[in-house]
């Protein structure tokens, strides 16, 4: 069972550069912060455009994550010899497939 996806609203102790862990867009921290987790597990902190544009928006970010991977996968053989993209590809797809999964879950949140 997947474990539940969490997000909480708070003021940030720190302030400094973050990375989206929806979006990967590099941003600054101040004020109040959306912090996402699994379970246990802290994701990070979402940028502004991943916090206000809701979960549908943030859901859609993260599957242009997915799609970029799956652009890398329609060309990588054209940069990758034989072994190095037998040696890649299932990896890929599976991150493409977490990117996915995680989209739809996040698509199911409120916040």
């Known amino acids: 069972m997947a474990k539940e996806l969490t997000l909480e609203l708070s003021k940030s102790q720190s302030e400094g550069q973050r990375v989206c862990p929806l979006c990967k867009a590099i941003f600054r921290l101040f004020g109040t912060a959306g912090?996402?987790?699994?379970?246990?597990?802290?994701?990070?902190h979402l940028c502004e455009k991943c916090l206000l544009s809701g979960p549908?928006?943030?859901?859609?970010?993260?599957?242009?994550r997915?799609?970029?991977?799956?652009?890398?996968?329609?060309?990588s053989d054209r940069f990758l010899s034989g072994e190095?993209?037998?040696?890649?590809?299932?990896?890929?797809?599976?991150?493409v497939d977490?990117?996915?999964?995680?989209?739809?879950r996040i698509e199911k949140m409120r916040w």
């Open 98 to 104: 977490d990117w996915d999964s995680l989209a739809a």
């Open 66 to 75: 997915a799609n970029e991977l799956r652009s890398l996968l329609a060309s």
């Open 84 to 95: 190095e993209w037998v040696r890649l590809h299932r990896s890929i797809w599976k991150r």
């Open 56 to 64: 549908k928006g943030a859901a859609a970010r993260v599957r242009a």
């Open 35 to 44: 912090m996402l987790s699994v379970g246990d597990v802290v994701l990070g």
